[in-house]
């Protein structure tokens, strides 16, 4: 009998497990359900994909989407939206909002906002405290739960977990990896006066300095060990945790960001001031160097993009009032492939970090792979489209981008989500369907 998709992608140039291969991929309710030459095949809607890539959907497994309470700068929609834009097919949603998503009301209260409103898939982490500590082992359970966050210094919003004790305590409260903001909240307040002096943005990698960083995370491997939980270090940011990282691969992942990859101290300071401030800082050209190095030897396992939107008004306080954070979600690919078309990561390796690693890392049942049984997640990118970033583009609440401004090689032309065509050359198409993402191990 003659096979039958719902979808066919027909003839593009996939990065698949087995490598980067020219093929078609038939899809059946929802699922990628062949693979190879289906010419054969019938399908009810057929997708041209010649000259293009395909690549499993982003997992974009750092973005705050500040909703509720803080909804003047994103809110689930708007955030989805410039996710779908990037080629983005899945979010993980950080717990500082307003209120903080540290019980299952909180969670359960964003699962219930998402429904009908989001443009890609989701999930969302629970934020540790000092009293939700023991009660975690139940939380990271729940259904689209992404995890747990832990907030060793503090940030945007009052989640915060500061001392060993109850740091402990959260690491012995569940068996899923846990994902840490590591910067060490002793040392950050013996050092604010040094923003205070200091009315400018650049001072920033000077108050968060390296040591502040690395203080926290050597705490951090120290528990881990002891507790022999697995964590995962979020936006890494210098060469003294890349070492250490390196020495505990097997307790610990890391991810870095788009923007510690392609900005530097002090040049992002000038040109863009505050724009550039966020938590932990861009730092300098030797940190930089670092983390790529550690992506072209494996020791990264996750790009993430810390979409963290700000309203510029809120961004022209003068420092250190200005918040820290910049939005990443729509420009994490574009800004990503142009590092592969400059010949700096491949292909190949751009998805293990944008797609694999995210699914691998947190645990996530069926997505990150183009593979029979797999999600239909995917993006299609044509390598040829030349483009400049731009404010005007972005579809995130804020309106801005710390990218505007630089050129860059191969754009995301759709964007499937379990098999619906949610974007189109740029444009939203249908309603958002998006779902709460799923676990291994945990009941969806
Ligand atoms: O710069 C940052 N902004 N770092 C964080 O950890 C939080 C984020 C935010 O929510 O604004």
Not at 397 to 419: E, L, N, S
């Amino acid at each position: 009998m003659q096979e039958a998709f719902d979808l066919l992608i027909r003839q593009g140039r996939a990065v698949t497990p087995a490598g980067v291969v020219e093929t078609d991929i038939g899809v059946r309710a929802g699922r990628i359900a062949g693979l190879g030459d289906l010419s054969a095949a019938r399908s009810a809607e057929t997708l041209d994909a010649r000259r293009l890539l395909v690549l499993p959907g982003v997992i974009d497994s750092q973005v705050h989407l500040r909703e509720p309470g803080l909804e003047h700068k994103e809110d689930l929609e708007t955030g989805t939206a410039a996710a779908a834009l990037g080629g983005v097919t899945a979010v993980f949603e950080m717990p500082n909002t307003k209120p903080a998503t540290t019980d299952p009301g909180a969670l359960e209260d964003k699962l219930r906002r998402a429904r009908g409103r989001v443009w890609c898939d989701v999930a969302f982490l629970v934020g540790a405290s000092r009293e939700n500590a023991d009660r975690l082992v139940e939380y990271e359970r729940l259904p689209g739960c992404a995890g747990i966050k832990v907030f060793m210094g503090s940030s945007t919003g009052s989640l915060l977990v500061e001392d060993d004790e109850t740091l402990e305590r959260v690491l012995r409260s569940g068996v899923r990896r846990v994902a840490v903001h590591a910067e060490d909240e002793p040392r950050l307040r013996e050092r604010r006066t040094l923003a205070e002096s200091r009315h400018e943005p650049a001072a920033h990698p000077d108050w968060r300095d390296e040591e502040t960083a690395l203080r926290a995370t050597r705490r951090l491997l120290a528990l881990a060990a002891t507790t022999s939980r697995p964590v995962h270090v979020l936006h890494v940011t210098t060469a003294g945790e890349v070492l250490l990282l390196a020495e505990h691969k097997d307790l610990a992942s890391m991810e870095v960001t788009p923007q510690h990859l392609t900005f530097a101290a002090p040049e992002c300071y000038e040109r863009l001031g505050s724009r550039a401030q966020m938590n932990p800082p861009i730092r300098g050209e030797e940190h930089r160097a670092a983390l790529w190095h550690a992506v072209e030897t494996g020791i990264v396992d996750v790009i993430g993009s810390d979409h963290a939107p700000h309203t510029l008004e809120e961004k022209a306080r003068p420092y250190p009032a200005s918040p820290s954070g910049m939005p990443g979600v729509q420009t994490m690919l574009p800004v990503m492939l142009e590092h592969v078309a400059a010949g700096r990561l491949r292909l190949e390796r751009l998805v293990d970090l944008l797609c694999a690693g995210p699914a691998r890392v947190y645990g996530v049942a069926g997505k990150g792979r183009i593979a029979v049984g797999y999600d239909a997640d995917l993006v299609l990118v044509d390598p040829r489209i030349e483009r400049t970033i731009e404010d005007a583009m972005v579809r995130s609440r804020c309106g801005w981008t710390p990218f505007a401004g630089m050129p860059v090689r191969g754009w995301p032309v759709a964007t499937i989500v379990r098999g619906h065509l949610v974007m189109r050359d740029d444009e939203l198409l249908g309603e958002p369907a998006g779902r709460p993402v799923r676990f291994l191990g945990c009941p969806a």
